[in-house]
């Protein structure tokens, strides 16, 4: 697990959206997991940006995105098929067909879920694996007392999340219940994860993934246990950390003795 501290925002987009397009050139048919939520927002407009101006190759690219609320349609604006096509799928040339996202309106959840699950083992698995971290500490829809073994499956949400997804639904109350997430040990199967915090408000959940127990109570935790993570932060989301000026101080040494 490395902790890598940007000066903004802006800095760490560029410094992920540089880890994607390297990889994508060295392997042109790169298995990406994706996240939605506001905090890869500029990640996703500069992986626009490189597409247009420096002409970054995405017809190869595979996706699978993290989770999807139950009972959305693709057209319905609340729904991630929506975010996705909107942020990131129709500015580049990537095969809409290549692109997974967990079927909101199925009427065989534990089929669909099965499904999702033997797709990404049938791509060869997630290369890099993008996470935002929500308020709870949970990655994708894994929300507290997940199991950190679990597998895509049906999740409950807990009604803090509902609550802080309320603006995009205009209001708590329009917020679904139901989604379908992949698990936390699916994730983990990732070769690489670069989890995205940005912003004082994800502070204290962010010392508790980095810097506390490994426990399903903030299931970002269980990353502690993965062999290749960046938690890329901004100045303010590392702000609670104890050792930030270690992170930062190994960071700008380890260049010394690693190729970049
Ligand atoms: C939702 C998504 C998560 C995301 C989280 C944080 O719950 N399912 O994948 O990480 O929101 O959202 P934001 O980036 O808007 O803070």
Redesign the pocket.
Known sequence: MEVIIQPDEKAAAEWAAQQIASAIEAKPNLVLGL??????RKLYRRLVDMHRNQGLDFSAVTTFN??EYLGLGPDHPGSYRYFMRENLFDHININPKLCYIPNGLTDDVLQECETFESRIEGSGGIDIQI?????NG????NEPGSSLGSRTRFKALTED?RL??AEMFGGQENVPRFVI?VGVGTIQEARRIILLAFGEQ?AEIVRQAVEGPITCEVTASALQWHRSTVFLLDEAAASKLKRRDYYKYAYEHKWKYLQK
């Open positions: 996240a939605t939520g506001n905090t890869p993290l989770d996470l935002g971290i929500g308020p949970h990655i994708g829809f999340t802080a997804n997430t994800k």
